[in-house]
């Protein structure tokens, strides 16, 4: 299997494939805006900085998220298959973590690009709502992807929330950060011939399956994940 990179805007999908592949292939998952709510979460005077510039959709610090991503790679990550969900966003990033693999002898990655367009991203960003523990995406538009309790997660009984970066202004920001700095590197990885584009705008089950595919899942041997 192997490893992916998520290149993709906001909402266009990043999290709800990762949580398939994690659940079916035992992929470690590693979301950096995830980590970053969580700091945010635990009320430090980091996470009062990265608050500063989440809420209003910039990128918070390379060096701070090349530092976080690199001891998650060298220390828990490590020897695993592994998604990385938000990260590289910026050429600067892409070119640290290109070292990063170097290092540590890796190189069985895909990049994923899950293209998606605005409109259809500000409508999903607009009918989400996310568990606070065990971080899965719901729908609230989508009756495929509502939880079957209302407000409640599926999985874990936590009360569910809205993300505070998730209203039309700074998701507009986010789109705008996104194609000033991430759309930049597609080009990167497309000069490696890393680059996959995946229509991101398709039902969930049919991305599973291309995704499956891409990475390496047989569907001769019948290893096909549970959707
Ligand atoms: P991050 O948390 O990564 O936010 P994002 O990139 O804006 O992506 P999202 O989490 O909003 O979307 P997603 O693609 O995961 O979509 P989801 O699966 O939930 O980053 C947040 C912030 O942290 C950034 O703005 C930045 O400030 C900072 N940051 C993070 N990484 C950084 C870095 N490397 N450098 C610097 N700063 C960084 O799906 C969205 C919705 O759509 C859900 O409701 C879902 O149910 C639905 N949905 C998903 N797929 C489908 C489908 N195929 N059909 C219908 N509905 C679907
Ligand atoms: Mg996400």
């Not at 999908?13 to 035992?26: E, F, W």
């Not at 569910?160 to 039309?168: F, G, M, P, S, Y």
């Not at 705008?201 to 599973?208: C, D, S």
Request: charged letters at 30%.
């Amino acid at each position: 299997m192997k490893n992916i990179i998520f290149l993709a805007p906001p909402a266009a999908g990043k999290g709800t494939i990762s949580d398939y592949l994690v659940k079916n292939y035992h992929y470690e998952h590693l979301s950096t805006g995830d980590l970053l709510r969580s700091e945010v979460a635990s009320g430090s005077a980091l996470g009062r900085e990265i608050n500063d510039l989440i809420s209003v959709g910039k990128l918070v610090s390379d060096e701070l998220i090349i530092q976080l991503v690199s001891s998650k790679l060298e220390g828990e990550l490590k020897n695993k298959p592994f998604i990385l969900d938000g990260f590289p966003r910026t050429l600067n990033q892409a070119q640290k973590l290109d070292e990063m693999l170097n290092n540590l002898h890796i190189d069985d990655v895909v990049v994923v690009y899950l293209d998606v367009s605005l409109d259809i991203l500000l409508k999903r960003v607009l009918g989400r709502v996310v568990c606070p523990d065990c971080k899965r995406s719901y729908n609230l538009d989508n009756p495929l992807l509502k939880p079957q309790v209302d407000n409640i997660c599926d999985r874990c009984g936590a009360i569910l929330e809205r993300r505070a970066d998730d209203n039309e202004e700074i998701f507009k920001e986010r789109y705008q950060t996104f194609l000033l700095s991430t759309k930049q590197i597609m080009q990167y990885y497309d000069d490696k011939k890393l680059l996959v584009k995946v229509d991101g705008t398709k039902e969930l089950n049919l991305i599973y399956d291309e995704i499956e595919s891409i990475i390496g899942i047989s569907t001769l041997t019948g290893k096909r994940g549970e959707k």
